[in-house]
């Protein structure tokens, strides 16, 4: 039973680009939360997604959205990447039995240079 | 959302019963208590979760007392493995229709020592 997987491990972009992150949840898994963590800080809630539709919204701007596909995988874009968007991204999974526990993937590195 | 406080940081020695405590004075009664392990560059992962008394698994126990305004976690017999941040969280349990949302502090980073 593969966990939630997160593609790509590590990625660089410059200030200005935009870039996509995805996600694919637990298997029986049908929501999924995108979360920022920063060098030596925990992680921070971004968004939530259930039903292909944006349910929850952390203190993120705009730059940052989403979208849930029909078979629950995810993608995160950020747009109009700032120096401070350089941080370890993280996709987090739920539902289902045991619906009380919720995954992480290991994460998408981003530098921004 | 319950404000969780918990220590910076610990050293404990190999082999050593390990407890970190976790204050939440403001958990609600339908409040949760998890904790997450989280290695450097990798995700957080499940430990444990409880409502009251204790819960036990085969990685850690949760003691929770009566007020439920603390928790604490011991991981017995500790190895240089476990050296990582713990995180408590508070919080509803998950009751589906996208509604729930973990909120992190700082972590307790366990240091442990050969």
């Known amino acids: 039973d593969a966990g939630v997987t997160q593609s790509p491990t590590h990625l660089i972009k410059t200030r200005g680009q935009q870039v996509t992150l995805r996600c694919s949840p637990k298997?029986?898994?049908?929501?999924v939360s995108w979360y920022q963590q920063a060098l030596g800080q925990g992680p921070q809630f971004i968004f939530q997604?259930?039903?292909?539709?944006?349910?929850q919204r952390g203190n993120f701007p705009d730059r940052f959205s989403g979208h849930q596909f029909p078979n629950y995988s995810s993608e995160l874009n950020v747009n109009a990447l700032l120096l401070g968007d350089s941080a370890l991204y993280l996709c987090?999974?739920?539902?289902?039995?045991?619906?009380?526990?919720?995954?992480f993937g290991e994460g998408s590195w981003l530098t921004v240079v | 959302l319950a404000k969780t406080t918990q220590p910076i940081s610990m050293d404990s020695y190999e082999g050593q019963e390990v407890n970190i405590t976790c204050s939440h004075n403001?958990?609600?009664?339908?409040?949760?208590i998890t904790w997450y392990q989280q290695f450097p560059s990798q995700g957080p992962r499940f430990i444990i979760q409880?409502?009251?008394t204790k819960v036990t698994n085969e990685v850690a126990s949760l003691f929770i007392p009566a007020d439920r305004k603390s928790s604490t976690l011991s991981l017995p017999r500790v190895s240089l493995s476990d050296t990582a941040v713990y995180y408590c969280?508070?919080?509803?349990?998950?009751?589906?229709?996208?509604?729930?949302?973990?909120?992190f502090g700082k972590g307790t980073k366990l240091s442990v020592i050969p």
């Open positions: 409880g409502y009251k």
């Open positions: 298997s029986g898994h049908d929501t």
């Open positions: 987090a999974s739920s539902g289902g039995t045991g619906a009380n526990t919720i995954y």
């Open positions: 997604y259930y039903e292909e539709e944006e349910r």
């Open positions: 403001n958990i609600a009664t339908n409040d949760y």
């Open positions: 969280l508070v919080g509803e349990r998950y009751s589906g229709a996208g509604s729930y949302q973990l909120t």
